[in-house]
């Protein structure tokens, strides 16, 4: 559930200031695709951050923010001269451990998949 609302809130940041994700985007090298790239991002850390909380389509939700942390893992590394990279990508690698440990082992016993498993007549 704290997976969920981590990446809701991170969806609220960069919908808040996206031209600061855009700006990211353009200094790796994508800045033929940096605008659609930072409002799918920013969609995809709204809608799966809700969908990962409630534990509601946990899986498909999960693929859809794989390969943004995947990037983010991959194209921001630690030592690199923008602002809190570190930390970024500290917490961009945490949070794609965790996404692939959810991805392995579904959404748990308080998950509303599991009570739609559990309950289908309801």
């Not at 799966?48 to 991959?74: D, K």
Request: zero cysteines; glycine letters at 6%.
């Amino acid at each position: 559930m704290a997976l969920g609302v981590f990446l809701f809130i991170k969806g609220i940041v960069f919908i808040s200031d996206i031209s600061e994700l855009q700006r990211l985007l353009i200094n790796i090298d994508i800045n033929w695709a940096s605008f659609w790239f930072a409002h799918y991002i920013a969609f995809a850390h709204l809608v799966g951050g809700i969908l990962i909380a409630l534990g509601l389509l946990t899986r498909p939700a999960i693929l859809f923010q794989l390969p943004i942390l995947i990037g983010a893992v991959l194209l921001i590394r630690p030592g690199m001269d923008y602002n809190s990279i570190n930390t970024e990508w500290w917490v961009s690698a945490l949070t794609l451990t965790l996404l692939i440990v959810f991805y392995i082992f579904d959404s748990g016993p308080w998950s509303v998949d599991n009570y739609m498993r559990n309950h289908p007549e309801d």
